[in-house]
């Protein structure tokens, strides 16, 4: 999940092993040492150096920058089936940014030297990179224009219709959102304070936009969060 007005983009990146056969999975998972993560673990942290990617085989992973005042901004959510760790995958430099287990989760360590070997060996593994790295670019780069180009209510109705698209399940004229995030997950996502969020949400509450509870959100006015979202409201 990442904040993205591409639906392409925002419905995630086709699995590291879509492409790969059965024999080539083990092939490669035999190369990979597992490793559990609990929730708020950090994988890796920004400024640390490179070493090589981590497949996630459950759980969510969070992926995030920490500004010097303290300040985090969050890239995106990784599913099962994506890698963590990139851009550079075979393991030179410094992580640009910060990775932590929102659940508890279970990824595979591929070193860079190791990752190297295996994608010389086996053709899909490298377009899977390759398609894997192809899409954080895009990703980050269409959060950047979020950031650059919207409100930042904007992108507190982008991201919350968005929720409801994704996690939303209707009752009667409502959306309920179930999704797990905390204000200041949401706060993380669209680039403000957690306070801002609490109050917005509020707001959106006492105009009969949605109601808003410690594990779910009730979306009453799509319509309206849709005038929100593009800066007509």
């Not at 990703?139 to 996690?167: F, I, K, P």
């Not at 680039?191 to 009730?218: C, D, H, M, P, Y």
Request: hydrophobic share 40%; aromatic share 6%; charged share 20%.
């Amino acid at each position: 999940m990442l904040l993205a007005e591409n639906e392409k983009l925002a419905g995630g990146p086709v699995p590291l092993f879509q492409e790969l056969s059965d024999r080539e999975q083990k092939e490669v998972l035999a190369q990979g040492t597992r490793r559990v993560i609990r929730r708020r673990q950090t994988l890796f942290a920004q400024g640390t150096p490179h070493d090589g990617i981590y497949l996630i085989q459950s759980g969510r992973m969070r992926v995030f920058y920490t500004a010097p005042s303290g300040r985090e901004i969050t890239l995106a959510y990784w599913h099962p089936g994506n890698f963590v760790g990139g851009p550079e995958v075979f393991g030179s430099g410094l992580h640009s940014w910060s990775g932590a287990a929102m659940t508890d989760c279970s990824v595979v360590h591929f070193p860079g030297k190791v990752l190297r070997r295996l994608v010389m060996q086996i053709p899909s593994l490298a377009i899977g990179v390759i398609e894997g790295l192809a899409f954080k670019g895009k990703c980050y780069s269409a959060l950047a224009q979020m950031l650059g180009t919207r409100s930042v209510t904007e992108r507190l109705a982008h991201l919350l219709l968005h929720l409801a698209d994704v996690y939303g399940v209707r009752e009667k004229d409502d959306i309920v959102v179930a999704a797990a995030l905390t204000h200041a997950d949401i706060a993380h996502m669209v680039g403000a304070t957690r306070q801002w969020v609490t109050i917005s949400l509020k707001r959106f509450e006492e105009q009969g936009i949605l109601t808003s509870g410690k594990s779910k959100i009730v979306i009453h006015r799509l319509d309206e969060l849709g005038e929100l979202r593009g800066g007509t409201a």
